[in-house]
């Protein structure tokens, strides 16, 4: 970013309340139209670094300018020209409306001696209106819901016109639709060429909606950047010390993330190959990983749902194009991976010409367990000849055969 961009520069900063240091040594840069989500664990020092770096809360060291200029040097009234500041919870005068708290919002347009003109009036029923709240304008502020007080503080904000806007949680009290549209102006006005900071704690809609994200953990940076390469699964587990897997949703292409107790005890346990297809074996793949099993996959197609789950749980995965029989290369890979596992788990497939190799490759396997939940008679789309080697299979000393629901609950016992 060049210099002349840089909004926010806020310079190695430190601060706390008291002796107690909460963000320390924090370096920021933020340009105009960045729409950024500050996220992190409870206590991590959100809420802190949003009121330093409107001056707010004072900082023991460093330095932060907006828009080139000292923070400390600016006037309040300067300040609240430059950024609007949504805070957590709301502190209601009683008596006050609700288009009374919006209009505070334009105190910094006013000479104390002024009351508000027509055109503030209007700005504030136009945001009033944008956050849903245009019907409310006459009513106490202390008789509205949570969710209500928190949109009209939102157009309380928006009224204020400032170039920048910090936001801490102001979805929290939201139904679902409130939270995506605030995501939703945030964008809008971002693309305007504001900057805006949100405190957030749902990832998923801050990966969707903002441009950068920035992961506060211990009252340090840990992350920043764009959000795929914020959230993940090392990041997820160093903030919040969960485990999880992130992954592009199949349906949405959204970034999405499964958080999950690992039940391992800290041991690994024996490697398992899993051979699929047509989202047979997602859920078995999953509980493996889950359950802290190293997990190869053969051969799945591109694009197909054990594909996706394969990569989201980081399983080792050979996959072949779309369409096609399994070539050569791809079989034989998918035999040496079959060699070095404890286990093959064969999943209730349908087989054609194109997978046939997957069934001829399952003899290989010294420990093979075959998923059955429908029999193979209706799943055969080879005129038998898949059916006959299914059979060879089950036929095997080496083989055990079971439904989904029983081998879900054995990898669950770590049982494998
Ligand atoms: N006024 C205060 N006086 C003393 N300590 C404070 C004060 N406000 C916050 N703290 C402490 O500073 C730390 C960071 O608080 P902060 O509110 O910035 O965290 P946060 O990341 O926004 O948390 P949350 O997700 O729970 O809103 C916490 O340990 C908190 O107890």
Redesign the pocket.
Do not use: A, C, R
């Given at each position: 970013m060049r210099e002349t961009a840089t909004i926010i520069d806020a310079r190695r900063i430190r601060v706390g309340?008291?002796p107690?240091t909460?963000i320390n040594d924090v370096a920021l840069k933020a340009g105009p139209g960045e729409l950024i989500g500050i996220l992190?664990?409870?206590?991590?020092?959100?809420?802190?670094?949003l009121k330093s770096l409107c001056g707010l809360l004072p900082y023991s060291k460093g330095e932060v300018f907006l828009f080139g200029r000292l923070l400390l040097s600016m006037s309040e009234r300067e300040r609240a020209r430059q950024v609007a500041y949504m805070q957590?919870e709301v502190q209601v005068s009683f008596g006050i409306t609700a288009l009374d708290a919006v209009l505070t919002g334009r105190y910094p347009y006013l000479r104390w001696w002024q009351n508000e003109s027509p055109d503030d009036y209007a700005i504030a029923r136009q945001y009033m209106s944008f956050t849903g709240v245009a019907d409310l304008v006459q009513r106490p502020l202390q008789e509205l819901s949570g969710g209500e007080r928190q949109r009209v503080m939102l157009a309380k904000a928006l009224a204020q016109e400032t170039p920048l806007l910090f936001l801490d949680?102001p979805t929290a009290s939201l139904d679902l639709s409130y939270q995506e549209e605030i995501f939703r102006y945030c964008q809008q006005i971002c693309q305007e060429g504001k900057t805006v900071l949100i405190?957030v704690?749902d990832i998923r809609l801050a990966a969707k909606f903002c441009s950068r994200l920035i992961l506060?953990s211990a009252g340090g940076i840990l992350a920043d950047g764009p959000p795929s390469k914020v959230v993940t699964p090392e990041h997820l587990y160093q903030a919040f010390g969960l485990h999880s897997s992130v992954y592009e949703n199949y349906t949405s292409g959204q970034l999405d993330i499964h958080t999950y107790d690992r039940r391992s005890a800290g041991q690994p346990g024996k490697m398992v190959h899993v051979i699929g297809g047509g989202g047979t074996v997602g859920a078995v793949i999953r509980t493996l990983r889950e359950n802290a099993y190293p997990v190869s996959c053969g051969v799945l197609r591109q694009g197909d749902m054990d594909t996706a789950v394969a990569r989201a749980f980081g399983a080792d995965n050979l996959v072949s194009q779309a369409f096609g029989p399994i070539g050569r290369e791809m079989g034989e890979r998918n035999r040496q991976k079959i060699a070095q596992a404890h286990y093959t788990i064969l999943g209730n497939l349908y087989f054609s010409q194109e997978n046939l190799d997957n069934l001829k490759a399952a003899f290989t396997a010294g420990r093979l367990i075959i998923v059955e939940d429908s029999p193979v008679d209706n799943r055969d789309g080879t005129a038998g000849e898949a059916a006959l080697l299914y059979r060879q299979l089950t036929a095997r000393p080496e083989t055990t055969v079971m439904k989904l629901d029983e081998l879900l609950r054995a990898v669950e016992k770590r049982s494998l």
């Open positions: 309340y008291g107690k909460v992190g664990p409870n206590g991590s020092g959100k809420s802190t670094l957590q949680e405190v704690h506060l």
